[in-house]
């Protein structure tokens, strides 16, 4: 998009906004405010109750269901006894055009600026291991192993019988000469051959037969189609990713304390999400922190706590210290892939204003743009 194009939205926006409300005092006059405040009540209204439902169970549970539907029911009543209606569809559709504008015009990043990616060389000795039983047969179903074969790469399968070792195997690859390791699996195990392969500095391949393959779609990885994934062998692209320690073991997606390891470590977890995770909930805390580290000790007052690591619970003896190893693991995908989402651009109104000022930069200049942050393991 050009700067050009990008300071129009800009303008676009705050003159949708100014329509919007001179709509609204022309046709309703100051009674505007009136309304416009009984509309917040109701927008909190439908809030609380959408959050009451989620948190509670029982007859607590349907009220606040009835509170969701009545809220803007009598929202309507009361613009229709007004005769507004059309007044307020009109100026909710401009007030959402003008975000959409907004949005547009200071959005940019990307996953060009996001995961800067370098031409990767072909491996000659790709090792990868699956595990058949991952998300459902993934493996399997999509001809996984035979397709790597077909292109050059050693397969191990986790077969059995009993359990394999899956950090020796992929050791012993390395010892045998594996220019690349990968793995078709969780992200469990996806984390456990990663940081043997940054160990060794040695490329990594990412194929999505997990179940829920969150590392994969961080990497903008096909999900639908994990065979996709196994262009990076042939026409892949390098992309350097940070890594999480926790203990001394890896991951690669997230480490969890709290509730949510208590919720991960229940056996109904993964038949019933939402419902173990409102059976299992804490009492309510007093807020919400974000905090930015590259290193975290937790501690506590019992010899072990439990912590959910990439989808699984384990039992760590504490204090556990976290921390990140940025740009450790060198990750090989295919140059077609879906991609990462663009991030969505907050709205940043002195920004915004900067850009749809009529003395904004020449459209030679570059225009002020917050990429999004590449990859990175998240401690909660």
């Known amino acids: 998009m050009t700067p050009t194009t990008r300071r129009w939205l800009a303008r676009a926006s705050f003159a949708l906004v100014f329509a919007a409300v001179v709509l609204v005092l022309a046709v309703a006059g100051w009674r505007s405010l009136t309304l416009a405040g009984l509309a917040v009540l109701g927008l909190c209204a439908v809030l609380v109750g959408g959050y009451w439902f989620l948190a509670n169970r029982g007859i607590l549970r349907w009220l606040a269901l009835v509170l969701v539907v009545a809220a803007p029911v009598l929202i309507v009543v009361v613009f229709a006894w007004h005769h507004l209606v059309w007044v307020a569809v009109v100026a909710v559709a401009l007030m959402i055009a003008a975000a959409v504008a907004a949005r547009t015009a200071l959005g940019g990043g990307g996953q060009d600026a996001a995961m800067p990616a370098v031409p990767a060389a072909r491996p000659q000795r790709p090792f990868l291991i699956m595990n058949p039983r991952s998300g459902g047969g993934k493996v399997t179903r999509f001809g996984l192993a035979d397709k790597a074969r077909a292109l050059g790469a050693q397969v191990a399968l986790l077969e059995g019988p009993g359990t394999v070792d899956v950090a020796a195997l992929a050791r012993q690859a390395v010892a045998d000469g594996a220019d690349l390791l990968g793995v078709a699996g969780g992200d469990g195990t996806q984390a456990l051959v990663a940081g043997i392969a940054a160990e060794h500095h040695l490329p990594f391949v990412v194929i999505s037969a997990g179940t829920r393959n969150h590392f994969a779609l961080d990497l903008g990885l096909d999900r639908d189609d994990p065979g996709a994934c196994l262009g990076a062998l042939t026409d892949g692209e390098e992309l350097r990713v940070d890594l999480g320690v926790i203990a001394g073991r890896t991951f690669v997606n997230n480490a969890s304390f709290g509730a949510y390891a208590e919720v991960v470590r229940s056996p109904a977890y993964r038949d019933d999400k939402r419902g173990t995770t409102l059976q299992m909930r804490r009492g309510y805390g007093p807020g919400l922190t974000v905090l930015t580290a590259a290193e975290v000790t937790v501690d506590a ?19 556990v210290r976290c921390a990140i190893r940025p740009r450790a693991l060198r990750v090989i995908v295919p140059r077609q892939r879906p991609g990462v989402p663009a991030p969505k651009a907050a709205l940043e109104w002195p920004r915004l204003r900067q850009l749809a000022s009529l003395r904004a930069q020449p459209d030679g200049e570059p225009l002020p743009v917050r990429p999004g942050p590449a990859p990175s393991p998240q401690l909660r």
């Open 301 to 319: 007052d019992t010899p072990e706590i439990p912590v959910g690591i990439d989808g699984e619970t384990v039992m760590l003896p504490a204090p």
